[in-house]
């Protein structure tokens, strides 16, 4: 079955700073490749997704690049604020969706 | 607009006791699923519905877990005889098409169920 790996598991930035989390997956298959977003008490919010058929993708300070080869793809945030703290999901699917372990992101002030 | 609404948000059983954990999902939404999120883990794919349809129960861990949605709506999780690793959060999530392999909607979370077994 389909494996998702994320690294790093914590990352620690200044304000400002760019931050960048890393996914690879292992079925070839996968086509659509979500990236959520999880405060505490909450559930999972998605910040942006990726389709197989696209290698990049941008929202604002956000932005996701897909290499299907490598079958691997990345989170990337720009200027990042206080407010980005939180835990971070990579996602791959295709039959179900399938999870990473979590990159826990603090940015300090 | 309404979320995906689950409760109770907290729940403490004790180990053997039954627990019904409940999902209202967004109006209108034909796929629903129900994850298990271990502490300092990702979610973990449980079962699948489609309306009143459950289409793929794989990831449920034993018989002592069981999931409805009768009426193509609200959905209902049961765990028979909790047991300690059965604490988790429950998160339970909906998304408006069916999917299929060459179509992807978004999944839309509640705010989960935190399950505790003592």
């Known amino acids: 079955g389909e494996n998702v790996e994320q690294h790093p598991s914590t990352l620690s930035v200044q304000e400002g700073d760019s931050a960048v989390i890393k996914c690879t997956y292992s079925d070839s298959a996968s086509n659509y490749f979500p990236w959520y977003k999880q405060e505490l008490g909450k559930g999972p919010q998605l910040i942006i997704d990726i389709r197989s058929n696209v290698g990049e993708k941008k929202d604002q300070r956000i932005a996701v690049t897909l290499n299907k080869t490598a079958k691997h793809f990345s989170l990337h945030i720009t200027e990042t604020q206080p407010e980005d703290s939180a835990v971070y999901f990579c996602a791959a699917k295709r039959s179900k969706l399938i999870f990473g372990t979590g990159t826990r992101l603090q940015v300090f002030p | 607009g309404a979320g995906v609404s689950q409760s109770p948000r907290y729940k403490v059983a004790k180990r053997g006791q039954d627990v019904a954990l409940r999902c209202d999902p967004i109006s209108g939404h034909v796929s629903l699923f129900w994850y298990q999120q271990a502490l300092g883990q990702g979610p973990e794919f449980l079962t699948y519905?489609?309306?009143?349809?459950?289409?793929?129960k794989s990831g449920l861990p034993s018989d002592r877990f069981f999931a409805e949605r009768p009426e193509g709506s609200v959905s209902t999780l049961k765990i028979q005889r909790t047991q300690q690793e059965d604490s988790a959060v429950y998160l339970c999530?909906?998304?408006?098409?069916?999917?299929?392999?060459?179509?992807?909607?978004?999944?839309?979370f509640g705010n989960g169920t935190r399950l505790t077994v003592t």
């Open positions: 519905f489609q309306n009143e349809a459950q289409l793929d």
């Open positions: 999530a909906s998304s408006f098409v069916r999917p299929t392999r060459d179509s992807n909607s978004p999944l839309h």
